[in-house]
T-cell receptor, first 114, second 113 residues
Framework: NAGVMQNPRHLVRRRGQEARLRCSPMKGHSHVYWYRQLPEEGLKFMVYLQKENIIDESGMPKERFSAEFPKEGPSILRIQQVVRGDSAAYFC????????????FGPGTRLLVL | GESVGLHLPTLSVQEGDNSIINCAYSNSASDYFIWYKQESGKGPQFIIDIRSNMDKRQGQRVTVLLNKTVKHLSLQIAATQPGDSAVYFCAERSYTGRRALTFGSGTRLQVQP
């Protein structure tokens, strides 16, 4: 499967724990985007990364959220000290060359905070 | 501020009919538009895109129309099938400012057999 991979598909955390969401882009893609989706709503942009660089994090909450895309390995979205309001579906998309290219989405990680 | 919105939250059609899903946008700097299909429990699936220098683009059973004068986008699905049942999102991107996609709130398409 050469599509965008995300894991885990489902993640349950208790309030105060940390959540780590992983995204492997499509083969040959070096640009990654993270979006959050609440039930019955559209996707909201969080962060745009290239390898080892954060290009645009204007949609990311200032506290508790961080993202990285290392030279080797998947992109990681990290949420520290989760709260119930963090419960959502988190989608990763990748593109080949950057923001002018079509973004292809992964299956998402559904985070539930108890 | 910029926004992308949809006129109809739910559209119900009979199998075999044509479907039209509409979308309005307000950012005049938007130059690229995409339609995504999202089935329950899955990620958005790319359907078709169009750039602002075009008015119409056709794919397999789908057509996207862009009216820049009134900032309106539509997705037409010919001979709608039960497998087309999903939520459809329009998304836009501006050539200035944020490089990410701005999504509308979605329209649920229900195809009656």
């Amino acid at each position: 499967n050469a599509g965008v991979m995300q894991n885990p598909r489902h993640l349950v955390r208790r309030r105060g724990q940390e959540a780590r969401l992983r995204c492997s882009p499509m083969k040959g893609h070096s640009h990654v985007y993270w979006y959050r989706q609440l039930p019955e709503e559209g996707l909201k942009f969080m962060v745009y990364l290239q390898k080892e660089n954060i290009i645009d994090e204007s949609g990311m909450p200032k506290e508790r959220f961080s993202a990285e895309f290392p030279k080797e390995g998947p992109s990681i979205l990290r949420i520290q000290q989760v709260v119930r309001g963090d419960s959502a579906a988190y989608f990763c998309a990748s593109s080949q060359k950057g923001h002018q290219e079509t973004q292809y989405f992964g299956p998402g990680t559904r985070l539930l905070v108890l | 501020g910029e926004s992308v919105g949809l006129h109809l939250p739910t559209l119900s059609v009979q199998e075999g009919d044509n479907s039209i899903i509409n979308c309005a946008y307000s950012n005049s700097a938007s130059d690229y538009f995409i339609w995504y299909k999202q089935e329950s429990g899955k990620g958005p699936q790319f359907i078709i895109d169009i750039r602002s220098n075009m008015d119409k683009r056709q794919g397999q059973r789908v057509t996207v129309l862009l009216n820049k004068t009134v900032k309106h986008l539509s997705l037409q699905i010919a001979a709608t099938q039960p497998g087309d049942s999903a939520v459809y999102f329009c998304a836009e991107r501006s050539y200035t400012g944020r490089r990410a996609l701005t999504f509308g709130s979605g329209t649920r398409l229900q195809v009656q057999p």
